[in-house]
């Protein structure tokens, strides 16, 4: 048994009194008359920079010309050629430190709060994290409401292998703009925890 089985096998065994989960179905979550531009709005509230690429152009020469002191970008996608580590190869997590630039793919986005849920669609998804600066491909159709829709596109599962998005990935988490915190003295700290930046480049249809 593991350590976590074990706590909450502990938790149930000293349960008092049990109560019925309540019942969800009248929730009415708020939704959007245009939920791309609720998306950008949010993104931008929170710290973060949303660039809509137009048809044709180049992501790469984009992301030069956002970054163009990055020495080091990290990224296992194939159309991202500047790419100098691919957290793919590397030997340990730590040996993505000192990346500039890390890009990553994500899956949908939310227009409630501006969140994009990124899979674990790398072996090291500590270049989520560790860059410097973050940026997020992400196609502009794919965005829902809120969270509500978000965790329902999550629990789907996949016709052909039976598994949900959770399942199939392992591990995912929602970025929403750049790591910041204001705990001490209320002082806002952009960094603090993960990327100084991040960039969500929305792609053409």
Known sequence: MSSKEDILKKYRANVREQYDMPDLSDIKAITYPNPLLQFTTMSKNVGGQVVEVEEGRDINDLIRELYPDAKEIASNLPEIT???????????????????????RGMFGVAENGCVWIPQQMKEKAVCFISENLVILL??????????????????????????????????????????????????????QAA??????????
């Open 82 to 104: 500047i790419a100098t580590r691919n957290p793919d190869n590397v030997g340990r997590a730590r040996d993505l430190n000192g990346t500039d630039v890390g890009v990553v």
């Open 139 to 192: 196609p502009k159709s794919q965005i829902v409401n809120n969270m509500h829709e978000a965790y329902r596109r999550l629990s789907e599962r996949d016709p052909k292998s039976g598994l949900d998005l959770f399942d199939q990935y392992g591990y995912g988490t929602f970025i929403s703009g750049p790591s910041k915190t204001a705990d001490i003295a209320q002082v806002l700290v952009m960094g603090a």
């Open 196 to 205: 100084r930046s991040a960039t969500i480049l929305l792609l053409p249809e």
